[in-house]
Nanobody, 125 residues
Framework: QVQLVESGGGLVQTGGSLRLSCGAS????????MGWFRQAPGNEREFVAA???????YYADSVKGRFTISRDNAKNTVYLQMNSLKPQDTAVYYC???????????????????WGQGTQVTVSS
């Protein structure tokens, strides 16, 4: 059973930074891609960033240049460093993992089979 647990959310002022972590268990971590998504009230869940097992990285245009995704395979953990935060970044952030090693549509939530419980990020103006 794959389990994902996020941490690191909180309240921060505009321009501030946060680092989210997602610990994974239940299978060999480094064989699979990992993704970050977010969902604000009344909105659909949207793609933020993803990193494949081979290290390819993808970002949403809205976070490119401000957010950085990384992974530490020795710790079974994926990170999302968020800098220059804006009020529109406020959302619940989820990490996700696919069942299969090959992930083609990295930006689509339906491509992922396992989800964490989410962590709230609130950016005040």
């Amino acid at each position: 059973q794959v389990q994902l647990v996020e941490s690191g959310g909180g309240l921060v002022q505009t321009g501030g930074s946060l680092r989210l972590s997602c610990g994974a268990s239940g299978r060999t971590f480094n064989n699979y891609a990992m993704g970050w998504f977010r969902q604000a009230p009344g909105n659909e869940r949207e793609f933020v960033a993803a990193i494949t097992y081979s290290g390819s990285i993808y970002y949403a245009d809205s976070v490119k240049g401000r957010f950085t995704i990384s992974r530490d395979n020795a710790k079974n953990t994926v990170y999302l460093q968020m800098n220059s935060l804006k009020p529109q970044d406020t959302a619940v952030y989820y990490c996700a993992a696919p069942q299969r090693r090959t992930l083609i549509a990295v930006r689509i939530p339906a491509s992922y089979d396992y989800w964490g419980q989410g962590t709230q990020v609130t950016v005040s103006s």
